[in-house]
């Protein structure tokens, strides 16, 4: 089997990396940082190129779910440090579009007319039976945008729609710009993907509002395959995070001089610079097999999920930290952007999964799956030879 890209992917990775490097400038993050407000011009931009809605959770047959398209285009706004909340949006639409009632809200953000985001941590978000509906009040946590945003779609739980916290879970589709919602920023360490805490208070719930129904863990199955193909682009931003900082740092060190001899030339800078390459490139491969394996619906999809989270987080560190390092003296200054990739590379490993978590879950995987073969073995039936 083929595991490439055919020319229509290139031809769109290559269509969106000029797109990003023309209207996303290092001047423009740096601009988003001392204001962050997300431009309209690029809401706009991703939208007329159809790159919100790229990915289809029911989608079958060659085309699979989208996957292998966005992880090459998460690839890019990770490589460009993108000022916008492309996973959550792309990951978003995905859910909403399975839910003909959202169909509205989808073709609003599709056309770039509302900029929706995600709540990935419920910390005590709970909705209430009252007068003519359910109310919400609690705390939502890692929202990222959420002072631009127009529309929060979160996790909620419904008191009495399921007997475990986990049946209870319901989707619903929140208005960012309600008086009964609060915003607070977080003061996250990377001021290019800025991450808010909402506090609802006495949020009135519209029928409308909920997608796919009330709990029976309706949402909690949605929000666990959000976050699958969330963890997934956010591998992939972490790539091309990585990636742009090893090409950058490989071209100053062509043209930084120590002793009169450029430090390329050193054999430790070229070992070191050929061990962030080795990282970045086997963290590609694990986020493409995993993209494959959602796109084709393989049993190994989730282990493929957490096989490249858990490598790429800890690689992007790594590359990017080794990138300051190369640098020298010049990598420790806010005026580099060495140190704008670096805290890319760790707010990204923190979300959806760490390391460890995701690590833990790959031993899980192991232990059952070593379980399930010595209970085959045990249990192996031996017949007499006639």
């Avoid at 519209?206 to 029976?216: A, I, S, T």
């Avoid at 790539?239 to 062509?254: D, F, N």
Wanted: proline letters at 2%; charged letters at 25%.
């Amino acid at each position: 089997m083929f595991f490439g890209f055919n020319d229509e992917e290139k031809m769109l990775r290559r269509s969106v990396r000029e797109m990003f490097k023309a209207r996303n400038t290092p001047e423009h993050v740096r601009e988003f940082m001392e204001t962050p407000a997300i431009s309209d011009t690029m809401q706009k931009l991703l939208a007329q190129q159809g790159l919100l809605g790229i990915i289809d959770l029911d989608g079958d047959g060659e085309d699979g779910k989208g996957m292998l398209n966005g992880i090459l285009i998460a690839q890019e706004a990770g490589r460009h440090l993108l000022t916008y909340p492309l996973t959550e949006a792309m990951v978003g639409l995905a859910a909403l579009k399975t839910c003909k009632q959202q169909e509205k809200v989808v073709n609003e953000v599709e056309a770039g007319k509302k900029l929706l985001t995600v709540a990935w941590v419920n910390v005590d978000a709970r909705a209430r039976k009252s007068d003519g509906g359910y109310v919400l009040n609690g705390t939502l946590r890692e929202v990222p945008f959420a002072k631009d945003a127009d529309l929060i779609l979160a996790s909620i739980r419904v008191a009495g729609k399921g007997y475990t916290p986990e049946e209870e879970e319901t989707l619903i589709v929140l208005d960012a710009k309600s008086p009964n919602i609060s915003v607070h920023n977080s003061n996250s360490m990377d001021e290019t993907y800025p991450l808010y805490e909402v506090n609802l208070a006495n949020y009135a719930v519209k029928p409308e509002d909920v997608v796919q129904g009330l709990g029976m863990g309706i949402g909690n199955r949605l929000m666990t395959r959000m976050r699958q193909i969330g963890a997934l682009l956010v591998s992939a931003d972490l790539v091309g995070c990585s990636e742009k900082a090893l090409y950058e740092t490989v071209e100053y060190t062509k043209q930084r001089k120590q002793f009169g001899v450029l430090i390329g030339s050193f054999q430790a800078v070229k070992h070191l610079a050929a061990d962030m390459y080795l990282k970045v490139e086997s963290g590609k491969s694990a986020v493409e097999y995993a993209a494959w394996a959602i796109d084709t619906n393989n049993e190994e999809a989730d282990l493929a999920v957490s096989i490249a989270k858990s490598y790429t987080s800890n690689a992007g560190i790594e590359v990017c930290g080794d990138a300051i390092q190369l640098h020298g003296g010049i990598g420790f200054t806010w005026e580099n952007d060495m140190h704008l990739y670096f805290k890319r590379a760790r707010r990204s490993a923190a979300v959806l999964g760490d390391v460890y978590s995701h690590r833990e879950r790959i031993a899980k995987f192991a232990i059952d799956d070593l379980g399930e073969k010595t209970y085959l073995t045990k249990n192996k039936t031996e017949f007499a030879p006639v």
